[in-house]
């Protein structure tokens, strides 16, 4: 059982249109993140919630932690190609623990 | 400076064979943490070191892979009688100790094949 369900798992649009990605869990975290990962490289940290209700924004991504600190999305808008890349969202159950990540979400914008 | 280093970026082995990736995280960063990625899945944890407390062996698949970290800093990844199912690549990651933010950054991965 996957401690974290990100939906889509893959997900290919037209530039220009916007887009969602979910993170859910029925646990509890302490913080979650929001990882962007490109071939061959390691993921780069976008971005990263604390408290329940917030909502961060990075240019045209837009990231929520739900009230219940259970799940999480991120929406961008106006997708463009260079957005292209796997998403993966982190959990971290206590402060200082490990991360669990969900199993990414695959997003290609066509030009 | 940098950021978290690994290396061989790349390593072909033969069935049968010993591996040992290696990991230098960033300066200062007291937690180091191993990943495993199959092609475009997401990250299976491996192993974690928290300053010098016990590791967290608690992700490694079985008794053929092992993990040090010599000093706080650089850590090595072995994986003895390397099996196919083995191939992927392998991430380290580090972050600072404390904190809810539990942020980690990675470095670039070791690809592995086993042949």
């Known amino acids: 059982t996957q401690l974290l369900e990100q939906s889509p798992q893959f997900l290919s649009i037209q530039e220009g249109e916007n887009l969602t990605v979910y993170c859910n869990s029925s646990?509890?975290?302490?913080?979650l993140q929001w990882y962007r990962q490109e071939p061959g490289e390691g993921p780069v940290l976008l971005v990263t919630?604390?408290?329940?209700?917030e909502v961060k924004k990075l240019k045209r991504l837009t990231f929520q932690f739900g009230d219940a600190r259970k799940d999480s999305s991120l929406h961008i808008t106006a997708a463009q190609p260079g957005d292209t890349g796997l998403y993966l969202c982190?959990?971290?159950?206590?402060?200082?623990?490990?991360?669990?990540f969900g199993e990414g979400t695959q997003l290609t914008v066509n030009p | 400076g940098a950021g978290v280093s690994q290396s061989p970026s790349n390593k072909v082995t033969e069935k049968g064979k010993d591996v040992e990736l290696r990991c230098d995280p960033i300066?200062?960063?007291?937690?180091l943490y191993w990943y495993r990625q199959s092609l475009g899945q997401g990250l299976e944890f491996l192993i974690y070191?928290?300053?010098?407390?016990?590791?967290?062996k608690s992700g490694l698949p079985s008794d053929r892979f092992s993990a040090e970290r010599t000093g706080g800093s650089v850590s090595t990844l072995t994986i003895q009688r390397t099996q196919q199912e083995d191939s992927a690549v392998y991430l380290c990651?580090?972050?600072?100790?404390?904190?809810?933010?539990?942020?980690?950054?990675f470095g670039p991965g070791t690809r592995l094949t086993v042949l």
């Open positions: 919630v604390v408290t329940g209700g």
């Open positions: 982190a959990g971290g159950l206590t402060s200082g623990s490990r991360l669990t």
């Open positions: 990651a580090s972050s600072r100790w404390g904190g809810r933010d539990n942020e980690q950054f």
């Open positions: 646990s509890v975290f302490s913080s």
């Open positions: 300066s200062g960063h007291t937690a």
């Open positions: 070191f928290q300053g010098n407390s016990a590791p967290d």
